[in-house]
T-cell receptor, first 114, second 118 residues
Framework: AQSVTQPDIHITVSEGASLELRCNYS??????LFWYVQSPGQGLQLLLK??????LVQGIKGFEAEFKRSQSSFNLRKPSVHWSDAAEYFC????????????FGSGTRLSIRP | GAVVSQHPSWVICKSGTSVKIECRSL??????MFWYRQFPKQSLMLMAT?????????EQGVEKDKFLINHASLTLSTLTVTSAHPEDSSFYIC??????????????FGEGSRLTVL
């Protein structure tokens, strides 16, 4: 069965600093990988996704992620964070099936230091 | 992108009552919808997969008699929390895939519904 691990529960970075959120997955085949962001009390917004092709994926709000099969990782990066980036970030892995079942990691809460 | 809407966004009820939460796909038909539950500061846990015109598939440990799911049309799925108790208080989120995305795993999420049981 597939699983997703986000080892960092909470990260604080200064505004303007670079960011990297870690994500490791376990899946037997090539996974479908996602990063979602959730603001307090809100639903989820898709930041980016990887299905195939170029392993460096560009997303919205200046985020990018790199799929590294050898490390089973899909880390999220942003070169310069803004105060509005403070939120909960979830990495997720999807199954190739008509049911589109997605499994989420435990999430990483990002705080921004002024 | 496709839009999914939930209603109500928040609800407070007395212990022992039942609460219904609606999930609608506004601009596409969703043969499959998913219901997640999220406790404070935790991740989303898949509760069940809702299939239009058939019975829902529940994840292990989820009481199907307590969390009734109905997917009567291609644009509407409902989750009814029956005989709610304080431990059912949570954030419930639905999601759906649009026809063009069904084989890629991408889902579109509703805004979530916060249930508080007194």
């Amino acid at each position: 069965a597939q699983s997703v691990t986000q080892p960092d529960i909470h990260i604080t970075v200064s505004e303007g600093a670079s960011l990297e959120l870690r994500c490791n997955y376990s899946y037997g085949a090539t996974p479908y990988l996602f990063w979602y962001v959730q603001s307090p009390g809100q639903g989820l917004q898709l930041l980016l996704k990887y299905f195939s092709g170029d392993t460096l994926v560009q997303g919205i709000k200046g985020f990018e992620a790199e799929f590294k099969r050898s490390q089973s990782s899909f880390n999220l990066r942003k070169p310069s964070v803004h105060w509005s980036d403070a939120a909960e970030y979830f990495c997720a892995v999807g199954q190739y099936s008509s049911a589109s079942k997605i499994i989420f990691g435990s999430g990483t809460r990002l705080s921004i230091r002024p | 992108g496709a839009v999914v809407s939930q209603h109500p966004s928040w609800v407070i009820c007395k212990s022992g009552t039942s609460v219904k939460i609606e999930c609608r796909s506004l601009d596409f038909q969703a043969t499959t919808m998913f219901w997640y539950r999220q406790f404070p500061k935790q991740s989303l846990m898949l509760m069940a997969t809702s299939n239009e015109g058939s019975k829902a598939t529940y994840e292990q440990g989820v009481e199907k008699d307590k969390f009734l799911i109905n997917h009567a049309s291609l644009t509407l799925s409902t989750l009814t929390v029956t005989s709610a108790h304080p431990e059912d208080s949570s954030f419930y989120i639905c999601s759906a895939s649009s026809p063009g995305q069904s084989n890629t795993g991408e889902l579109f999420f509703g805004e979530g519904s916060r249930l508080t049981v007194l």
